[in-house]
């Protein structure tokens, strides 16, 4: 018979078991362990009970709405001589004469989720609730990551660098994470029990989160409101009065605290590098290694065919629904896929901004990233769309007033460039394209492209045309300054041209949508040589595009050259992002938890008249309380110096990224970060 215990206080034993599953930063006021590894709570006893060793005890461990054994969602075991490693087991040990010390290790393919554990005499007695999270220390589970330094960056680490900007001018943004952070780790599974899938079959639900693919599809759909109560409402029409610009979140917690604050209503509002950030925060925090991927030329293909085809009218207007995004975001999940064959493991892209459905849902993948630089897609989930991202040809044809379409261009090395995350243990920029394709040109990439199945694919032995355009720029194009640009035009034929130039500057937001035209040339015509050039030159005034540009400071230059006799055309387009003014950082003295310390700040006014309401704000994982410290310093003058002081106090010893950001009616956007080593 079973022997039953009267127990009079459960030690869950939070600090030491938190600190040995790495869960320490999320507090030690609850248990939160990570699945096929154990962890050990000790049974005080009332007096007068005893526990003897050989005595049979039942433990019940729960999860979801509705428990069930064939669902892995409930499972009864009892005390064994040895720890299993592929099932739910516990031992137990005698430090005292009234305390009894259960080692409880789960299965490494255990369901992740809010757990009851229940010591089963009868009635059965609570011994307490815990938090099962994915364990990538653990050689058993799915996510498991071999290399210490690669979990510390993609599990642990609470801050990050995202990449935008262009390719030859690329961009920092200081993001923090924060999936330690108060109330995280709850918000996060509360995302998923949002989802269509919970709503629709919570049993099921449940026991499928067992598996880090579902997870991750889960993830991909909920980050974006699109169909469901997701965290995020996608906005790129530049009207956001009525809620945030993309532009001014710097954090995931604030965007979760306030989606769930606010009765899980879509926060306004994201853009790309948002929803991965936020997708990055919550699967971390479910103990999924992430990273947040780059990538830039990034093509959106609507149609499913690997071509991004593109029809301008005569003005350079684009008329078609394919599109090439100056850069896009996603992230990348770790993990074994048991669904797909061997060699298909490791890094899997997932993507939650809203652009196509997938089974009828606006998410994206996870794909293997493997698969995609194969070219291999027939594998899960929406591999076809996410190797156009990378990989599409490009045709681009004028479309004239006639109806007519005439092919002016075309590329098979434009899409997918410089595949940006930031590296382990440092700030600098890795560059993973290796990882999703072969170098471009070479007969492994275009072996990959036939591999695809592409039926329209072009033809790389087409002749040059004779006369080329390209656009050259200056070195000096920050924000607020007047500079010129160029339109090189040369006749590489034997024959004498006879020529119209067009070229002409337009706003243009980071997705490739076009704003307001803020520069124009006459109309030119050229003559020009044979195997000579001639050149226009553009000038770009700040009273014109201060007016027209975007928060992502973008301008698109297109050069349109028609020859008057032949009637062909040229076309050369390059987008440009104007560089922006630096924040300066000083710290005096050492850093260490619980001490206040003021920074200084310090930027300059680059635009030629003044700045209204200007506020710093700074921020950065467990060195606040949460929420941005706020200092406003009114207004700036044209060309002058601003400065701020700044208090906090830090709140965890380590290295941490503090980070800071500045923000006016006219200049915004504006970020600067430095690591601290924050002392005990």
């Known amino acids: 018979m079973d022997q039953v215990l009267e127990i009079d206080r459960v030690d869950l034993a939070c600090a030491v078991n938190n600190a040995e599953h790495h869960t320490e ?63 739910w087991s516990a031992t137990a040990a005698l430090p005292s004469e009234n305390t009894v010390s259960l080692t409880v290790c789960s299965n490494p393919n255990a369901p992740i989720g809010l757990y009851q554990l229940t010591l089963d005499q009868g009635s059965g007695v609570s011994l307490g609730q815990f938090v099962l999270l994915f364990n990538p220390w653990c050689t058993r589970d799915s996510v498991y990551l071999a290399n210490e330094a690669e979990r510390q960056e993609y599990v642990l680490s609470q801050d990050g660098l995202i990449y935008r900007g262009k390719p030859k001018r690329i961009t920092v943004l200081p993001w923090t994470f924060g999936q330690f952070e108060p109330d995280m780790l709850d918000i996060c599974l509360t995302v998923l029990s949002k989802s269509l899938q919970h709503l629709q079959n919570p049993a099921q639900d449940c026991s499928d989160r067992r598996s880090p693919v579902y997870v991750t ?121 048991p669904d797909l064959k061997l060699s298909y493991e490791g890094w899997q892209a997932s993507d939650s901004t809203p652009q196509e459905t997938s089974d009828g849902i606006y998410c994206c993948g996870p794909v293997p990233v493997r698969a995609i630089k194969e070219g291999d897609l027939t594998v899960k989930y929406d591999a076809p769309f996410v190797y156009a991202e990378v990989n599409a040809d490009v045709v681009e044809y004028v479309t004239l007033r006639d109806g007519r379409h005439v092919k002016i261009d075309s590329s098979t090395t434009e899409v997918g460039q410089c595949i940006s995350t930031k590296a382990v243990g440092n700030d600098e920029r890795e560059d993973i394209t290796h990882l999703y394709k072969y170098p471009e040109g070479s007969e492994e990439e275009r072996l990959v492209f036939e591999k695809a199945n592409h039926q329209n694919r072009l033809i790389q032995n087409e002749e040059d045309p004779g006369v080329h355009v390209k656009i050259k720029l200056t070195p000096d194009m920050m924000v607020g300054t007047d500079f010129d640009v160029y339109a090189r035009v040369k006749n590489n034929t034997d024959a004498p041209k006879n020529c119209h130039l067009m070229f002409y500057a337009q706003a243009v937001s980071y997705n490739g949508k076009l704003g307001e035209t803020c520069g124009l040339t006459e109309l030119t015509e050229m003559n020009v040589k044979p195997t000579e050039g001639d050149k226009a030159t553009l000038r770009l005034k700040y009273s014109e595009y201060g007016k027209a540009i975007t928060q992502d400071r973008m301008i698109k230059l297109v050069a349109l050259l028609v020859d008057i ?116």
């Open 565 to 680: 006799e032949t009637k062909e055309f040229y076309k050369a387009t390059k987008t440009i992002m104007l560089d922006s003014p630096s924040i300066t950082i000083t710290v005096p003295g050492e850093a260490n938890v619980g001490q206040p310390l003021v920074v200084t700040v310090l930027l300059v006014n680059p635009l030629p008249e003044a700045l209204e309401n200007c506020v710093f704000s700074l921020h950065g994982a467990n060195l606040t309380d949460g929420a941005p410290i706020i200092k406003e310093v009114g207004a700036v003058g044209p060309e002058e110096i601003t400065t701020a002081e700044l208090e906090f106090t830090p709140k965890a010893s380590g290295i941490r990224k503090l980070v800071i950001d500045f923000h006016s009616d006219k200049l915004s956007n504006i970020q600067g970060y430095r690591n601290l080593v924050i002392g005990e």
């Open 217 to 337: 599809r889960v993830l991909s759909a909920m980050i974006n409101s699109q169909d469901d109560k997701g965290v995020l409402v996608g906005n790129w029409s530049g009207k956001y009065e009525d809620g945030v610009r993309p532009t001014a979140w710097k954090d995931s917690c604030s965007i979760l605290r306030q989606w769930y604050h606010q009765d899980c209503i879509g926060v306004e509002y994201g853009q790309c590098w948002v929803f991965s950030a936020v997708a990055c925060t919550v699967s971390r925090a479910l103990g999924i290694p992430c990273r947040v991927v780059t990538n830039y030329e990034s093509a959106h293909d609507t149609n499913s065919n690997l071509l991004v085809e593109c029809y301008y009218d005569e003005f350079a207007e684009n008329l078609g629904d394919d599109s090439i995004w100056n850069f896009h975001v996603w992230v990348e999940s770790w993990m074994t896929r």
């Open 25 to 87: 930063l999320n507090g030690a006021t609850r248990l939160i362990v990570r699945r096929g590894q154990p962890f050990t709570i000790n049974l005080h006893l009332q007096p007068g009970t005893h526990f003897h060793q050989g005595t049979n005890i039942n433990l019940i461990a729960t999860t979801g709405p509705e428990p069930s054994e064939d669902a892995d969602t409930a499972v009864k075991f009892g005390l064994s001589k040895f720890m299993s490693k592929t099932r």
